[in-house]
């Protein structure tokens, strides 16, 4: 694993540990979800903050389209495994066994737990460092190589300007092992069923299901 600025060795494995090995591993008592939840937050105002700066012209819209490519889970997997983060995740046998190590969105997960360790243990200016220079210094590539549109966003725009509605988004089923999970998501135009989207982040089925009601062109 690259080096990762947490001195806190207690820290840094908490930030490693799925939930998956709290059965199995002794001493293991606290998974990264918490510090996943913290580093979410911490990531999604620092790349605010970024973008804020960087591109001081751009209406809210934009910025928050580009927020969402850089903080979207494919993105954060990738910065995950530069990191070499998969190698060294803490499962359970059974989900390692199932190839979590390479699961996508456990990666990114990971991803967000470490800066949730890094601010905890380095404070705010060391983990913009570190945001810095494992995702941001990468925009140009993030922004050429994404391929998720945001669909969300032009559904919601394109409703209310003709209805002055805005789209709800609902999980109807969530399915499969914790490393494979597979969501499908129903989004609503006046408690109305207008499509369904499935995806293995509930954020990916959302996007899918925006898409598909675009793609319906349904007279709004």
Sequence with gaps: MKKIPISNKKLLITSLTH??????????KTSNE?????GDAVLEIIVSDHLYHLYPKLPEGEL????AQIVQTKTLAAAAKKLELGKHLIFSKGEKKAGGQNNISLLADCFEAVIGAVYLDQGLEKTKKFIKENLLIKLNTIFQDVQITDYKSKLQELWQKKR??????????ASGPDHNKLFEVKVYLNK?????GKGKSKQEAQQQAAKVALEKKIKV
């Excluded at 939930?19 to 293991?28: D, I, M, Q, T, W």
């Excluded at 918490?34 to 913290?38: K, N, P, Y």
């Excluded at 509605?165 to 089923?173: L, Q």
């Design 164 to 173: 002055k509605a805005t789209p709800t988004y609902k999980i109807s089923k």
């Design 34 to 38: 918490r510090l996943e939840f913290l």
């Design 64 to 67: 928050t389209h580009m927020r």
């Design 19 to 28: 939930r998956s090995a709290l059965n199995e591993k002794k001493g293991s």
């Design 192 to 196: 109305k069923v207008i499509s369904t």
